[in-house]
């Protein structure tokens, strides 16, 4: 999960997801009618970093919750091995329009992977030409790029130890990449750590014309050096929250909060959490989120399978369904389909 615009991904520990131990909690489904967009899903062949497929995200999609499509995000999958630098991510864009293609001609009520976030080094001097590249090989799939802020500190001892180009958001011409971005109608996703929130911030004011997409709450961090820091980070990244959602282009996706890094203690335990111990873990983020941004901005993710060395995907959206259960049935609506059917352009 290593390319030209994050640079390499350092992983401290094995992702392994052990389906009998998820299997160990079954829950019956909330609100089982609720239509669901699954705006942030991964997939990766045999030896990817975790390995994920059609049949394994349908099996998951098919577990008991309406989900009816999803977006696909870049994650280093099937690059091309040779070729220019910045034509590599291809790779994975025509990897996974193959599978959207099967998921497109599916009669049997499995979801739809209806639009992809790819990836390329917006500090490119061509991206209008490889935007369309993007959209082409995609066969009208791409969104927008995702090209991660991520750069870990030295020593923090994290799972996820990304080594992206330092300062990036104040690049002169990643900052002119990001505006030709939204001139093209496409958004753009971020993932970064708590600590990067505000260059966040300052990216979005930089280029108010894009839409930018805030990814899995900004990762507050949760172990190694941060291990004993929870409530300090909490109450940082709530500032940071709302200086965010002041910058009207922003959209926050709600979800990828359950990796090892965020530090909740799931994986690993004899039984993985049960959707009222999501609630009772998370419950406080997701309605700090909610309010700064409100029910039109924001959108559920599931961020599988990275989550999945956490909880359960039936597990994961009966717990944000508690969770908003006392919103109205609009804002419900906007935050499990309709944001993400404005935002994505489904």
Known sequence: MADENTGDLKVNNPFAVEPAWLEKVKEDIVDPDRVIIDTHHHLWEPGGLIEYSLEDLWADTGSGHKVEKTVFMECGACYHEDGPEHLRSLGEVEYVTAIAERTAKDTSGNAEIAAMVTTFDLRHDDV????????????????????????????EGIMLEA???????????????????????????????????????????????????????GTPLGVGVYGDKRDAVFQQWKKDIAEIAKCENTVAKLGGFAMPDNGMGWNGRDLPPTSDEFFDAQAAYYLHMIECFTPDRCMFESNFPVDKLSLSYHVFWNGVKKIVKGFSENEKNAMFSGTATRVYRL
């Open 128 to 155: 209008e030409g490889l935007v369309q590249r993007h959209e082409e090989t995609s066969k009208g799939r791409f969104r927008g790029i995702r090209q991660a802020l991520a750069s870990a500190k030295p020593n």
């Open 163 to 217: 080594a992206g180009p330092k300062d990036l958001y104040k690049d002169p011409d990643f900052i002119r990449g990001m505006k030709a971005l939204g001139k093209k109608g496409h958004s753009y996703d971020s993932w970064h750590y708590h600590y990067q929130n505000p260059e966040f911030a300052a990216l979005a004011r930089s280029a108010p014309d894009t839409t930018m997409v805030l990814d899995h709450f």
